[in-house]
């Protein structure tokens, strides 16, 4: 299996004594990985050293076997991402946020936009300006923006945030699919245990900074009845050492 992301003894302490420690963990093509952990477990924190948003104490990412710290623009080539809250232009309509967005691709037309608006159930929107869209319908046109181009990595820092459950089911297919059919690779950090459950192929968990455990999700619910009992279990155990 082709190694697509590959995280190397990555640190980064924040003053607060929160942050990630020593974090190693490699994921291949296809895979719809799922961070999972507890609010300030170090989740965003690693996707934003992944990204380029904050620089690690030590350790290295290379995607696509480019390191992050030495050859940032070739390591991030065929990546997207939405990092915390998806945002927009306020002033534009739905439609001209992703116009905006395809001036940075070659292979983004009109019609490819009009079928990602399409996908993500905002057709009858695009001409409304996104500062009258409600929560769940910005994290729509974020989702959107990042599947735009098909990149071949695809980072989303808790994706069903302020989506109703229809929303859900259709990012949950939208990402099944690509990764199905396109070989897309997820990188997907969420605390909605029953959501990585329905979406992710496999499982990291962080707890305290620490990567305690990964495994497939078929493994998983061959021992335990639901992810949920796995994160229990795997965290009362860690607290016990």
């Known amino acids: 299996m082709e190694t697509v992301i590959e995280i190397n003894n990555l640190s980064k302490l924040y003053k607060n004594h929160r942050g990630i420690n020593n974090l190693n963990l490699k994921i291949n093509k296809g895979d719809i990985f799922g961070f999972l952990g507890p609010n300030g477990a170090g989740k965003s924190t690693t996707m934003k050293i992944m990204t380029g948003?904050?620089?690690?104490?030590?350790?290295?990412?290379?995607?696509?076997?480019?390191?992050?710290?030495?050859?940032?623009?070739?390591?991030?080539?065929?990546?997207?991402?939405?990092?915390?809250?998806?945002?927009?232009?306020?002033?534009?309509?739905?439609?001209?946020?992703?116009?905006?967005?395809?001036?940075?691709y070659k292979n983004v037309n009109d019609s490819r936009i009009n079928e990602v608006l399409n996908l993500l159930g905002l057709s009858k929107y695009k001409d409304e300006k996104t500062k009258k869209f409600s929560l769940g319908m910005k994290q729509r046109l974020g989702i959107a923006s990042a599947i735009l181009s098909k990149p071949k990595i695809i980072i989303l820092d808790e994706p069903l945030n302020g989506l109703d459950i229809e929303g859900m089911i259709d990012t949950r297919n939208i990402i099944k699919n690509m990764a199905q059919k396109e070989q897309t690779t997820f990188f997907i950090s969420s605390h909605l245990i029953h959501d990585i459950e329905m979406t992710c192929t496999k499982i990291g968990l962080l707890y305290n900074g620490t990567l305690i455990n990964v495994d497939t999700t078929k493994n998983i619910l061959k021992n335990y009845s639901s992810l949920e009992n796995y994160f229990v279990s795997e965290v009362n155990k860690n607290d016990r050492i």
């Open 53 to 104: 948003l904050v620089k690690p104490d030590s350790g290295d990412v290379k995607i696509f076997n480019h390191s992050i710290l030495d050859d940032f623009q070739n390591a991030m080539k065929d990546v997207s991402c939405i990092i915390e809250t998806a945002q927009s232009y306020e002033y534009l309509t739905a439609f001209e946020n992703l116009k905006q967005a395809s001036r940075y």
